[in-house]
């Protein structure tokens, strides 16, 4: 059974940095680009930033030089790491990981990140 689940998030100043990571149990998840996507409150829920199976990565212009995202792709499982430096109120929001393009069966509970003094 295909399965993702995020952990990482927390409280954390501004400022502050938190690495999330999303474990994706299934070798299918290894030869798919892989995204991150946060909703906050009362937004849509928007693409971070994402990695393809190759390594190639891409980020919305609000994260660009703040977020960082990875993928180790083991045998039969797949870690995304999404690391997030200088992190700003704005960024606070429930993030998720997922395909990209996203699919509706694989959206998991999400990790929260609130930034905030």
């Known amino acids: 059974q295909l399965q993702l689940v995020e952990s990482g998030g927390g409280l954390v100043q501004p400022g502050g940095s938190l690495r999330l990571s999303c474990a994706a149990s299934?070798?299918?998840?290894?030869?798919?680009?892989m995204g991150w996507y946060r909703q906050a409150p009362g937004k849509q829920r928007e693409l971070v930033a994402l990695?393809?199976?190759?390594?190639?990565?891409?980020?919305v212009d609000t994260v660009k030089g703040r977020f960082t995202i990875s993928r180790d792709n083991a045998k039969n499982a797949v870690t995304v790491y999404l690391q997030m430096n200088s992190l700003k109120p704005e960024d606070t929001a429930v993030y998720y990981c997922n395909l990209n393009p996203w699919r509706s069966d694989y959206w998991g509970q999400g990790t929260q990140v609130t930034v905030s003094s």
């Open positions: 990695v393809t199976s190759g390594g190639i990565t891409n980020y």
């Open positions: 299934g070798s299918f998840f290894s030869i798919l680009t």
